[in-house]
């Protein structure tokens, strides 16, 4: 099929640009390569840091122990905080049942002190001389229980 001259610019600008690239290429890998290893290519090939720099690498891997044993350090104080944080939210969740349950308790005492009181309530809208009179050879007894114990001590 023919090509067009559009076509035809497409193909050049496409191969002006592959050309581009395989041309390019090298010097920017080796370029990238350099910076990436931060030194030039020694005589043996390898990339690497030149040799009046091997001082600095020695301090920057004593550095980098130095940041070894930091993380080291602190990786062993947040995994305290994590333990002691964990510690913490199970007591929590075990004070929140112990007044959950104390709630239900108090609930309960004041569902039988109402009854009570309603009862009393009942007793003395009735009347009843009955329950009075109960009442006080009760009280008298007990006085004259304590009298007795008080007596006997002497």
């Known amino acids: 099929?023919?090509?067009?001259?559009?076509?035809?610019?497409?193909?050049?600008?496409?191969?002006?640009?592959?050309?581009?690239?395989?041309?390019?290429?090298?010097q920017i890998n080796n370029r990238m390569r350099s910076e990436l290893f931060g030194g030039v290519k020694r005589n043996e090939g390898s990339y690497g840091p030149p040799k009046q720099d091997l001082a600095t690498a020695e301090t920057e891997q004593h550095m980098e122990a130095q940041n070894e044993e930091e993380i080291?350090?602190?990786?062993?104080?947040?995994?305290?905080?994590?333990?002691?944080?964990?510690?913490?939210?199970?007591?929590?969740?075990?004070?929140?049942r112990?007044?959950?349950?104390?709630?239900n308790e108090f609930m309960k005492a004041n569902a039988g002190i109402?009854?009570?009181?309603?009862?009393l309530k009942n007793m003395t809208a009735h009347g009843g001389s009955k329950h009075m009179c109960m009442l006080v050879v009760f009280v008298f007894m007990v006085f004259l229980f304590m009298w007795w114990l008080l007596k006997m001590r002497r």
Do not use: H, Y
């Open 98 to 103: 112990l007044l959950a349950g104390m709630g």
């Open 72 to 96: 080291a350090r602190l990786t062993g104080t947040v995994q305290m905080l994590k333990d002691v944080t964990i510690e913490i939210g199970q007591e929590v969740k075990a004070q929140n």
């Open 1 to 26: 099929f023919p090509l067009t001259e559009n076509k035809k610019n497409v193909v050049n600008a496409w191969q002006t640009q592959r050309n581009w690239v395989c041309f390019q290429m090298p």
């Open 114 to 119: 109402q009854s009570t009181m309603t009862k």
